[in-house]
């Protein structure tokens, strides 16, 4: 078991909310070759995942979510037996385009793992872990004197946190 850590405080810069500019890569859990366990290292010093492996022909689609859109939470209640979680993933896509709305009739309800790449330290962080991934489950589409956009929001009744992400998302492994 991990020992309790401690957790010293950032500075503004490293909490700023503006400060939030990722560029989402979705892996569709189906492309994904379950049979190849990605290493993935869970200890005091370090929380890493290794690179899934996508099955011939599959692919890495990638989101720009307008900025510091994106946002992640992660919420816990503990009960008699067991723990209720739920983490979620939610950004906003700008525009009213064709890409949207075939997301949103094509892929309500499928499973995704989700790297969020940060492009101000270049680091990637997944969501979801092999056979527990993320779900499209709600999206919010304007068109409006406001905004064209649509919010897409993911979840995951797993209680794994976000991982480093070790693995490339411009040039899939194939099985």
Do not use: W
Request: aromatic content about 10%; glycine content about 6%; charged content about 25%.
């Amino acid at each position: 078991m991990i020992k309790v850590p401690n957790i010293t405080a950032v500075s503004d810069l490293e909490s700023a909310g503006k400060r939030i500019y990722n560029r989402i890569h979705l892996i569709l859990e189906d492309d994904v070759d379950l049979t190849k366990e990605p290493e993935i290292t869970v200890s005091d010093e370090a929380r890493t995942m290794a690179a899934l492996t996508l099955k011939q022909g599959a692919s890495i689609a990638h989101f720009d979510f307008a900025k510091f859109t994106a946002a992640a939470t992660s919420q816990g209640s503990n009960g008699d037996v067991t723990t209720e979680v739920t983490n979620t993933l939610s950004g906003t896509l700008a525009g009213d385009r064709p890409e949207i709305d075939n997301f949103i009739e094509n892929y309500h309800g499928k499973g995704f793992y989700i790297v969020a790449e940060d492009r101000i330290s270049g680091k990637k962080y997944i969501y979801g872990r092999p056979r527990c991934p993320y779900f499209f489950t709600d999206h919010d589409k304007r068109k409006n004197s406001d905004n064209a956009s649509c919010d897409v929001t993911f979840n995951s009744p797993f209680p794994f946190q976000p991982l480093e992400y070790l693995g490339s998302v411009e040039d899939p492994v194939a099985a």
